[in-house]
């Protein structure tokens, strides 16, 4: 079955960096678009970043563009995300997401991780 397990969540101080990670397995990892999204406690599902299936494009949303990058190894089944120049608003849970094609759809999912927690606090 489809599992995805995302981890490197923690504490940051402002303007420092964290590396996510997500592990996938149950399906063919290089044949689907990603995606990063989050949620901060009371809010809605945020999308953040997105992949192609083969990582030849990136997308990211407004919040995060030019701090965080988002990246693949195919190889190894895997999906990043950088994290750079952290805020305190990028509080939050942390999940990766599959997409139905190659193409990453924001809010168009079919899996989820359970998450991983980013806190950023001085």
């Known amino acids: 079955q489809v599992q995805l397990v995302e981890s490197g969540g923690g504490l940051a101080q402002p303007g420092g960096s964290l590396r996510l990670s997500c592990a996938a397995s149950g399906f063919t990892f290089s044949s689907y678009a990603m995606s990063w999204a989050r949620q901060a406690p009371g809010k809605g599902l945020e999308w953040v970043s997105g992949?192609?299936?083969?990582?030849?494009?990136?997308y990211y949303a407004d919040s995060v563009k030019g701090r965080f990058t988002i990246s693949r190894d195919n190889a190894k089944n895997t999906l990043y995300l950088q994290m750079n120049s952290l805020k305190p608003e990028d509080t939050a849970l942390y999940y990766c997401?599959?997409?139905?094609?190659?193409?990453?759809?924001?809010?168009?999912?079919?899996?989820w991780g359970q998450g991983t927690q980013v806190t950023v606090s001085s």
């Open positions: 997401a599959k997409s139905r094609g190659w193409v990453p759809i924001p809010g168009e999912y079919d899996y």
């Open positions: 992949i192609y299936s083969d990582g030849s494009d990136t």
